[in-house]
C-alpha cells in the first residue's frame, strides 16, 4: 500500500496480484486489474515516476500508466523470490530489483529489459535509496550499498531476526523488527532503531513498549517519526529527542496489517488483517500530495436530445451510424411470410343457393360445390384494399399539370406503380429492394431537382 507522489491516488496490492487505486479522500474506486498471476502471491512493492507505476511481485515486475494500462511486464527464469526494489539514484531510469535469492537486477524503467544480473551474498527484503541504498536483509542487518558500484560500503546489525518496516529521509534511516527472546519465539523489538546516514552511527533508539511494527519518517519534517503496533498504538516522537512523544490510537477491529505516510504528511492510510482501509488524518483540506496532476477520467457521455415520435417526425433526423454490412431493414423476399390471414369469407351468391338440412338432433346449412378449386386447395389470399398502388412512382411537379388535363394519367402511373412493385417482388432476394434504392431524378428541358416532387 502507497500514496502517489503526483496524484491524488492511493495504490493498493492484494494477495492474488491485484492492484486497485483510489481517488481523493473519498476514496473512490479509481482503476483495478490483475496485474501478476495469482500463483506468484501478493504484491509486495510500489514505485512511482511521473510515467506511471511500478509494481513487483514474488516473480515478475510490472508496469503500467495510472489508467492501469500495461506498458510492459518483466519476468525471467532466474526470478525465484523478489521481495523490494528502488531506483538507482533520485532521478534516475533504472531500478535495482532484490529479493531472497543471489541475484539482484538492473532493469530499465522504460524499456522493462534487464540490463545487468548483479551477484550478492545477502537476501533483501526492503530498499530505500538516499546517500547510499539502504538495504535491509532478512538476518536484520543493514548495507549500505554504492549507487553505481553496489558494493557494500557499511554494514551493521540493527535487529538480531528480521526487520519489519523501515523508512529514511535525508540524513536519518530509522528501523523496527524482531529479536531474540531468552525463552519462547521472538518478538517484535520494544526499540525502534535510528541511524545517522551522514555520520554512519547509531543515534538514541525511540521506545515503544507495544512492540514496533511499523515505521515512518514525517515527509515533511525528517526529524519525525511515526512508531505504530500491530494494535493500532502509535507514537509521534522526535528522532533528536526521543522522551517528546504524542500518543495515538487508531480503533481497529482487527490488528493492523499496513500503515502508509501521504508525501503531504496531513494523511496517512491504514489497512487490517480483513483487507479494511482507513485513512486518518485532518478534515480541513485533506490531500495527498502537492500540485498533484490530474488523472484523467473517462469522457462523460454527450446528452441525448429529446424528441417526440410522431408521423410528422422524418426518420433522417435520427441519423445512421456507419456500416459496411446489410442492415436489418434489408430483409429478403424470401423471408416474408404471411401472418394474421383473415377467415375466408363465403360467396353471396352461394348463400343464396343455401339451404337447412336435418341432420338427427341438429341442423347444417348446406350449399353446393361451385367446382371453382379442386379438393384441400388454397388460393394465395390478396387485400381487398385497392384504393392505390403500395409504391408510388415519383412525379415531377410538371407531371402534375399534366396529370389533371389527362383523367386517365394517374391511372396509367398507378399501373406502372404495380408493375414495378411486382418486379421487386420476383427481384433476387440478395438485392437492395426497390425502395432503398438511389433515387434517379432524370434531367433535361424543365425537368430537375427543383422540378422533382420529393413528397
Request: net charge negative; hydrophobic share 40%; aromatic share 8%.
Amino acid at each position: 500500500m502507497s500514496f502517489d507522489p503526483n496524484c491524488e491516488l492511493l495504490w493498493v496490492g492484494d494477495n492474488y496480484g491485484r492492484i486497485s487505486s483510489y481517488y481523493s479522500a473519498q476514496l473512490k474506486l479509481y482503476t483495478a486489474l490483475l496485474a501478476h498471476p495469482k500463483s506468484e502471491g501478493p504484491v509486495h512493492q510500489f514505485l512511482f515516476n511521473e510515467h506511471g507505476v511500478f509494481s513487483l511481485a514474488t516473480r515478475s515486475v510490472h508496469f503500467m500508466i495510472r489508467r492501469a494500462l500495461t506498458q510492459w511486464h518483466l519476468e525471467d527464469d532466474s526470478m525465484l523470490n523478489l521481495a523490494c526494489m528502488c531506483f538507482l539514484g533520485k532521478d534516475s531510469s533504472q531500478i535495482l530489483v532484490a529479493g531472497h535469492q543471489k541475484l539482484m537486477y538492473k532493469v530499465d524503467a522504460e524499456k522493462g529489459v534487464i540490463l545487468e544480473k548483479v551477484p550478492t551474498d545477502a537476501h533483501y527484503t526492503m530498499m530505500k535509496v538516499n546517500r547510499h541504498i539502504c538495504a535491509a536483509t532478512d538476518t536484520g542487518a543493514i548495507n549500505l550499498l554504492d549507487l553505481t558500484t553496489l558494493q557494500v560500503v557499511k554494514s551493521w546489525q540493527a535487529h538480531t531476526e528480521a526487520i519489519s518496516s523501515m523508512d529514511s529521509q535525508k540524513d536519518f534511516l530509522i528501523t523496527c523488527g524482531w529479536s531474540k527472546r531468552p525463552h519462547g519465539p521472538p518478538g517484535l523489538d520494544t526499540l525502534a532503531k535510528v541511524y545517522d546516514l551522514k555520520l554512519r552511527e547509531q543515534l538514541s533508539p525511540i521506545s515503544f513498549q507495544p512492540g514496533a511494527k511499523f515505521v515512518q519518517i514525517h515527509p515533511k519534517m525528517s526529524t519525525t517519526s511515526i512508531v505504530a503496533a500491530q494494535t493500532g498504538q502509535i507514537h509521534v516522537a522526535d528522532i533528536l529527542n526521543p522522551n517528546e512523544i504524542t500518543m495515538l490510537h487508531a480503533q481497529l477491529a482487527t490488528s493492523m496489517a499496513f500503515m502508509s505516510m501521504s508525501p503531504s504528511g496531513s494523511l496517512w492510510a491504514i489497512a487490517d488483517i480483513d483487507n479494511g482501509l482507513s485513512l486518518w488524518g485532518s478534515p480541513q483540506n485533506p490531500h495527498f500530495c502537492d500540485n498533484p496532476v490530474q488523472p484523467e477520467f473517462a469522457d462523460d457521455p454527450a446528452p441525448i436530445p429529446s424528441m417526440s415520435i410522431d408521423s410528422d417526425k422524418p426518420l433522417s433526423s435520427i441519423g445512421m451510424p456507419y456500416y459496411d454490412k446489410p442492415l436489418l431493414s434489408n430483409w429478403g423476399y424470401d423471408r416474408l411470410f404471411e401472418v394474421g390471414r383473415p377467415s375466408p369469407t363465403i360467396d353471396a351468391a352461394l348463400l343464396k343457393q343455401a339451404r337447412l338440412q336435418a341432420t338427427g338432433a341438429s341442423q347444417l346449412l348446406v350449399v353446393p360445390n361451385p367446382h371453382k378449386s379442386l379438393r384441400n386447395q388454397i388460393h394465395p389470399f390478396e387485400s381487398g384494399d385497392n384504393s392505390g398502388p403500395s409504391i408510388l412512382v415519383p412525379k415531377h411537379i410538371s407531371d402534375k399539370v399534366k396529370a389533371s388535363d389527362d383523367q386517365h394519367s394517374e391511372r396509367r402511373l398507378s399501373i406502372a406503380a404495380d408493375a414495378f412493385a411486382r418486379l421487386a417482388l420476383t427481384s433476387d432476394p440478395a438485392a437492395i429492394p426497390l425502395q432503398y434504392e438511389d433515387l434517379l431524378i432524370s434531367y433535361g428541358g424543365t425537368k430537375g431537382v427543383a422540378d422533382f416532387d420529393f413528397e
